[in-house]
């Protein structure tokens, strides 16, 4: 299987890198020229455009900050849509709105192409080590037909449903970790406030039913003061945004959702656009004039988890 990636950010790259490191044959683009060289250099293919990728391989995966990005990638000059043809598979592992999916889904199928979308979770570090998790919607024969590159790029592949479904479901649990973040956030300023041993703290929250692999993960990088989650403010208002939006269409009455998302936007107002999005606590401390810091948890996540074949689950 010849397989296209365009796309090469904090999480397309890990993935694409994954596939690399396997030896799968790989023609990757990106705006990025330094990381196009360092692909080059360790073995993958550099298309001229996203027409020219798509028609030299048999799955084309995009992984994207945005769904006007994605739409210009297909839709543009020299875009995916140019180059597929019959049997050609798609697969949409950026978060997107499910709406958008069926839109473009439906174009991909004028052409005699397969629409897949593949969002993952997990975060950033098991990205890098092919660990993360893989949501996939659309067509059951291309999925399984594409499922030897999924469990090489995560370790549990869930199969959804009909297209549209994966990316549903990842809004919904991103919007979760928002929340739980958020709440961490004045879970911590308590915690500080009552003069409580952090790290401490940190060990009673992860065994307790108050965990979370938020918890988990970013209050890590919160106590060090790095926040160096590898995700940005940005994405999380668009992710934010997408549940919001989609809590609209449906006209559910929710309470929650509008609060976070203002939250969120506050922060990138207050932090900027690029800011580790694990920085919507700063709010916290700034407000209240303390900090988080203490000693013994790193700057970054990595996954000490062994690199392993995924499998459907």
């Not at 140019?82 to 199928?109: A, C």
């Not at 997408?242 to 998302?261: A, C, Q, R, T």
């Amino acid at each position: 299987m010849k397989i296209g990636f365009i796309g090469l950010g904090n999480v397309g790259a890990k993935l694409a890198n994954s596939l690399l490191r396997n030896k799968f044959d790989l023609t990757v683009l990106d705006i990025d020229n330094k990381i196009l060289d360092q692909f080059k250099k360790n073995g993958a293919k550099i298309a001229i455009n996203p027409e020219d990728l798509t028609r030299n391989v048999d799955l084309i995966i995009t992984s994207l900050p945005s769904p006007k990005i994605s739409a210009e990638i297909m839709e543009g000059k020299n875009g995916i849509l140019k180059g597929l043809s019959k049997d050609k598979i798609w697969l949409e592992m950026s978060t997107t709105d499910e709406k958008e999916i069926k839109r473009l889904g439906n174009l991909v199928l004028k052409k005699g192409a397969i629409p897949l979308d593949g969002p993952v979770s997990g975060g950033c570090h098991r990205a890098a080590t092919g660990n993360i998790a893989i949501f996939v919607g659309g067509d059951r024969d291309a999925f399984e037909k594409i499922l030897p590159a999924l469990i090489i790029m995560g370790r549990k592949i869930l199969h959804t449903g009909k297209l549209g479904s994966a990316s549903i479901l990842k809004v919904i649990t991103n919007y979760l970790a928002s929340v739980h973040l958020a709440a961490l956030g004045e879970a911590w300023t308590v915690a500080k406030k009552s003069n409580l041993d952090l790290k401490k703290t940190y060990q009673g929250i992860a065994v307790s039913s108050g965990n979370s692999f938020v918890h988990e993960t970013e209050s890590q990088v919160i106590l060090n003061g790095s926040y160096n989650i590898n995700f940005t403010m940005d994405l999380v208002v668009k992710d934010t945004s997408l549940f919001d939006d989609l809590s609209k269409k449906l006209n559910s009455n929710l309470e929650l959702s509008p609060i976070i998302s203002d939250i969120f936007k506050d922060g990138e107002k207050k932090y900027g656009k690029r800011a580790w999005s694990s920085m919507i606590v700063k709010r916290m401390e700034d407000i209240n004039n303390i900090n988080f810091r203490t000693e013994g948890f790193p700057a970054e996540l990595t996954d000490n988890e062994p690199e392993e074949k995924g499998f459907e689950i």
